[in-house]
């Protein structure tokens, strides 16, 4: 099969690897969609990568044995390749499971990981179905692009009462409009690039703010009658848009945490937390019950396909990545079979 590498120095390519073979429970996929999330932070850094990818969606070609999905299935590819078996796993949150497989040994190749590839292996529990008439490329959807925003306004049950402040608009940002005018509130988006704001505006935020602007945090209030915003959502994974969630969030509201980011937030434990009430948590993506939630979202929201920007080849990797590195962009969608 083809997959798609890093060769280091921003440049990728494709190569040519043995097909991975299913065992036990894990089925093969033959990948019709692969959206790209962060692979370009390791582009841009010159980082050889052999791996690539953890998103996709595609048709089932082969189980080792009879289990939960079938050949000719299509189905959404959940990223990772958990246990299956902890408590979180069984509850759906197997995002966080700690015990994951380590592939190489169960697999007996390192092959099949990657969803920048012709071919994957996953267990069959992490392959819900695309419901009839969802594409590919929607159905990938649920997972980076809507998921991650769909799991936190589900924990801080955002509805048409709330104002939602957004900041970050790329892919997950986008996502989290898409999710939060599909569950009826009020969305103000923060961001600079102007891609992204005539792209956030497209899909439907109502109100766009600078967060560069020295008074974003004023205009966001002044929306909410300067009382602050019900929920704040975190999609950029910088302090300073941290920051400006909880500041902008009003007392007793919520403020959730999407954004990847290791670099240190400062929260004055009285102002930020005890005086305001305010909750702050975290939130990577979704509890696979919600999985049928999602795929409403795709079917019924008016402009959902214009979360995907760009479509290339997967031979076409170098450009993909060129384009996903420099922000011009919504979801890129790789077609491996193309
Ligand atoms: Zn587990
Ligand atoms: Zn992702």
């Known amino acids: 099969m083809k ?22 429970d894990w089925a ?17 850094a010159g980082q050889k990568s052999e ?26 590819v959940m990223p990772f390749y958990p246990c299956g078996k902890c408590p979180l796993c069984v509850s759906g949150d197997y995002i966080h499971c700690e015990a994951a497989y380590d592939f190489d040994t169960f697999a007996g190749s390192p ?11 996953k267990p069959s529990w992490l392959l819900p179905k695309i419901p009839d008439g969802v594409s590919y490329d929607l159905g990938s959807l649920a997972v ?7 799991g936190a306004f589900d924990l801080m049950g955002v509805d048409a009462f709330d104002t939602v402040l957004v900041t970050g608009a790329g892919a ?20 600079s690039v102007p891609y992204r704001v ?3 505006r497209l899909l439907g935020a109502d109100y766009v703010v600078d967060p560069t ?12 009658g300067g009382i602050g915003v019900d929920a704040s959502l975190d999609c950029a994974g910088v302090v300073a848009a941290e920051r400006l969630c909880i500041d902008a969030t009003r007392r007793k509201g919520q403020v959730a945490f999407v954004g990847e980011c290791n670099n240190d937030l400062a929260i004055r434990v009285s102002p930020d937390m005890i005086r305001k009430g305010l909750t702050i948590r975290g939130s990577w993506h979704y509890n696979l019950s919600l999985f049928p939630k999602i795929m409403q979202v795709i079917q019924h929201y008016p402009t959902i396909e214009k979360l995907i920007s760009h479509v290339f080849p997967l031979t076409q990797v170098q450009q993909a990545l060129e384009l996903s590195a420099s922000h011009e962009c919504a979801k890129i969608i790789l077609k491996p079979w193309a």
């Open 111 to 121: 092959e099949g990981k990657a969803t920048y590839a012709q071919y994957l292996l």
């Open 172 to 191: 997950v940002g986008l996502g989290a409009v898409i999710n939060a005018k599909y569950r009826g509130a009020t969305v103000i988006v923060a961001e």
């Open 144 to 150: 980076c692009g809507l998921g991650p925003s769909f």
């Open 3 to 24: 997959k798609a590498v890093i060769l280091g120095e921003q440049r990728a390519t494709t190569v040519d690897v043995p097909d991975p073979q299913p065992k036990e």
């Open 198 to 200: 005539e792209r956030a």
């Open 28 to 44: 093969l996929v033959k990948v019709h969609s692969v959206p790209m999330c962060t692979e370009y932070k390791a582009f841009l």
């Open 51 to 76: 791996f690539l990818g953890h998103e996709a969606a595609g048709e089932v070609v082969a189980v080792a044995q009879p289990g939960r999905v079938q050949v000719g299935d299509r189905v959404v």
């Open 213 to 224: 602007s020295t008074d974003a945090l004023e205009q966001i209030r002044s929306v909410t």
